[in-house]
C-alpha cells in the first residue's frame, strides 16, 4: 500500500528537499540548533530587546 502512491520514496525526499519551504525551515533548524535564536518567536540573541517605555519618555520630553 505505501507504495502505490510513492513509487521512489528517496526521489520524494529529495524532491522536498529541494522546495523554498522545505529549504527554510532546514535553515531555521540549523540557526536554532546554533543559538542564533532564542524562545521569543525567533528574534536574534544578540538584539537588545525593545523598550517601550524609553521611546515613550523620548516622545513626551520633546513635546514638552
Do not use: Y
Not at 529529495?14 to 546554533?34: D, G, H, N, R
Not at 519618555?57 to 513635546?63: E, H, N
Amino acid at each position: 500500500m505505501r507504495n502505490a502512491v510513492i513509487e521512489n520514496r528517496d526521489e520524494f525526499k529529495k524532491f522536498l528537499a529541494t522546495q523554498p519551504l522545505c529549504k527554510w525551515m532546514a535553515q531555521k533548524q540549523q540557526e536554532v540548533a546554533s543559538g542564533m535564536h532564542d524562545g521569543r518567536g525567533g528574534g536574534a540573541v544578540h538584539a537588545p530587546p525593545k523598550n517601550d517605555n524609553a521611546d515613550l519618555m523620548a516622545a513626551l520630553s520633546s513635546m514638552a
